[in-house]
Each structure stands twice: as C-alpha cells, then as structure tokens.
C-alpha cells in the first residue's frame, strides 16, 4: 500500500495513531519535503513542537496546496 500520510515528529514514536503501511514518520521538516516531492502524498499531520510551528504550516500550505494539513498537538 502506498503512503500517503506524512506525520513530521521529533518523537519517533508520536501519539497520532495511524497504521505504519499507511504513513511515514519524519523528525524534520526536510525529510518531510523530501517525502512530498517524490511521492503521492495527500496528508501532513504536524505532531508535538511542529504543530505549533505557524511558519512550516504555511510553508506546505503555499507550496503544497493539495496537501491537507492536520496538527496533533
């Protein structure tokens, strides 16, 4: 299956609870936007500090406007 989620987390193991067939888990913001330029991605969940991160959000949302961003605080 592919994955079409992105969860960018500093923790390794963050609490968004999604199977591992269906998303990629990433500890920075670079490997998040590595993952998007060479996949199918639909989703980015902002988990922990980077849900709180205003300038990476608008980041994906003005340079990735099909991506939906969801933020687990």
């Not at 199977?19 to 989703?43: H, N, Q, Y």
């Amino acid at each position: 299956m592919l994955q079409r989620t992105i969860v960018v987390s500093s923790n390794t193991q963050p609490l968004v609870c999604l199977r591992r067939d269906e998303a990629v888990v990433v500890g920075t913001p670079l490997e998040a936007i590595k993952r998007l330029e060479s996949g199918d991605i639909r989703t980015i969940i902002l988990a922990g500090s980077y849900a709180t991160n205003g300038e990476f959000a608008d980041f994906i949302g003005a340079f990735y406007p099909r991506i939906r961003i969801r933020r687990e605080v």
